[in-house]
């Protein structure tokens, strides 16, 4: 493509900035990145914004690529077709290059009475809504958390540790990313933290009132706080504007994250679905994978073939309080294996990690193409046995419906 290319990053997060700043390597290439935050959210400290320990805000100075240009807006609709972005504030801007980097927030929740009284923190405007809630609250009042993945166990822990009196409701199984041997210690820990751990299919939350929370098994638990980390959803801009989603809403894409409409669209993070297998959402995934979205696009200006994705490094660290944490391993599929490291080497691991992200952003924002987890080798053989095992039950699964 001669001349200058303009290429629009829409969401500024993990994956949105990763991609952003690593389009900078070349100089025929401008940059625009919107999102509706003035500041970079470090997501995987929400909930230290909700125990106190943080604010989870970043200068978007200290990450973004100087040759980057911000605007402060929310995209409301993608014109495939005519290659231009509405904002929320007006006009249309154009782009040779999209790159779909929305992210994730909380999934709508569906059990009567979660919407109206219960606390979602998955986005920064939640947990900052939470905050001078459970200030107000004293000390003893019962705090609900419901959902047991890593939020609902990292703001469980969190809260206990400050002496509030947490409930911790699975609705089925505590940690369900984690080997049995992490979840007995994570169970350990919270015990020690003072946090009842309710688990099993008869603790799923049938109801949420103003002061209780309603199990399957009839129980109602007192609660003057109750915290929702329930499930994730994603943005409805690609099926508003059009574009091919999978159930959840993600944006479908071939394996070298371009969409399965238009090669002009490139998705990364948690709303890209490859070949309909998307990644785990996570961090882990989202920088990588805002890597390998820029790559694509670079590619396809230097008149190359995109490389596939292959992710070839998994893992999920919790924390648990100030003090302890876990760091659960896992193979090439993204399942736990029996290694994890724990208690007070698993926080220091855990917040080696949460410092080295915007370091990572930094490093690639001062040095573009210097990432390079995402081209670590291997992964890509696992990747295909995965798509193969997938595209085969697909069939199968049509012949059971018929």
């Known amino acids: 493509m001669a001349g200058n290319t303009h290429v629009v990053v829409i969401g500024g997060g993990y994956a949105g900035v990763m991609a952003a700043n690593r389009l900078t390597l070349r100089d025929d290439v401008t940059v625009t990145l919107i999102n509706p935050r003035a500041d970079f959210v470090h997501r995987v400290r929400l909930h230290q914004l909700v125990g106190g320990s943080d604010d989870a805000v970043v200068a978007y100075r200290d990450v973004l690529a100087d040759g980057v240009r911000l605007v402060v807006d929310t995209v409301t609709r993608i014109d495939a077709a005519g290659h231009g972005v509405t904002p929320a504030a007006g006009g249309t801007l154009g782009y040779d290059y999209l790159i779909y980097a929305v992210g994730s927030g909380s999934a709508e929740p569906s059990v009567p009475g979660a919407a109206e009284f219960a606390y979602p923190i998955a ?19 019962p705090v609900t958390v419901v959902g047991a993945g890593p939020t609902g166990i990292e703001t469980a822990a969190e809260l206990a540790e400050q002496g509030r009196a947490v409930t911790l409701v699975c ?47 009839g ?41 399965v409409d238009d090669t002009r669209i490139v998705a990364a993070g948690d709303s890209a679905a490859p070949s309909g297998l998307p990644l785990r959402m996570s961090c882990l995934n989202a920088m990588p994978l805002g890597a390998r979205a820029a790559d694509t696009v670079l590619s396809r200006l230097a008149g190359e073939q995109p490389e596939n994705l292959h992710q070839s490094l998994y893992a999920q660290c919790v924390s648990l309080g100030r003090s302890a944490g876990i760091y659960q391993f896992a193979n090439r599929s993204d399942a736990a294996v029996w290694l994890h490291i724990d208690d007070g080497l698993g926080a220091r691991l855990k917040e080696l990690v949460c410092k080295g ?38 069939p199968a699964a049509a012949d059971r419906v018929a």
Do not use: N
Not at 222 to 235: A, D, I, Q
Not at 375 to 393: H, N
């Open 357 to 394: 992200i915007p370091k990572h952003l930094t490093d690639e924002a001062h040095k573009p193409g210097s990432y390079k987890l995402h081209r670590m080798p291997g992964g890509g053989a696992k990747r295909r046995q995965l798509l193969r095992a997938d595209r085969a039950e697909a």
């Open 171 to 217: 609705g089925g199984v505590l940690g369900p990313y984690l080997h049995p041997r992490g979840r007995r210690s994570v169970a350990k820990r919270l015990a020690k933290l003072g946090v009842t751990v309710l688990d099993g299919s008869d603790t799923k939350v049938t109801a949420v009132t103003r002061e209780a929370v309603r199990l399957a098994d």
């Open 123 to 141: 986005t920064l405007e939640a947990a900052q809504r939470l905050r001078p809630v459970l200030d107000a609250a004293p000390a003893t009042a």
């Open 219 to 259: 129980r109602e638990l007192p609660s003057e706080v109750t915290v929702w980390t329930v499930g994730f959803g994603v943005p409805d801009l690609a099926a508003r504007s059009g574009l091919s989603t999978d159930a959840v809403g993600r944006l479908l894409t071939d394996e070298t994250l371009t969409s």
